[in-house]
Nanobody, 116 residues
């Protein structure tokens, strides 16, 4: 059964931190590189961070230096530590395999709102 369950979002003030988690089924997690995506209101979903099955990471310029992606292969879980949050980070955050397509299965996402 395919499963992606994101959690950990919420309302945070600018400069604050959040840690997102994503529990994935083995069929997706497996040997795939995983990624975190986000979709802000009125914008397309964008890939912001990826982690390979051996821990190699890559980040979009917009989050580099502030966000850290990691994975626990024993728990089929991927994490996103978000620090120094900005209002422009407000979005629904999703996890999936790297370069997932719109027609792939997606979870519900978790809302992150950065506002004072």
């Amino acid at each position: 059964q395919v499963q992606l369950a994101e959690s950990g979002g919420g309302l945070v003030q600018p400069g604050g931190s959040l840690r997102l988690s994503c529990a994935a089924s083995g069929s997706i997690f497996g040997v795939n590189a995983m990624g975190w995506y986000r979709q802000a209101p009125g914008k397309q979903r964008e890939l912001i961070a990826t982690v390979s099955n051996v821990g190699t990471t890559n980040y979009a310029d917009s989050v580099k230096g502030r966000f850290t992606i990691s994975r626990d292969n024993a728990k089929n879980t991927v994490y996103l530590q978000m620090n120094a949050l900005k209002p422009e980070d407000t979005a629904v955050y999703y996890c999936n395999k790297r370069w997932a397509a719109s027609y792939d299965y997606w979870g519900q996402g978790t809302q992150v709102t950065v506002s004072s």
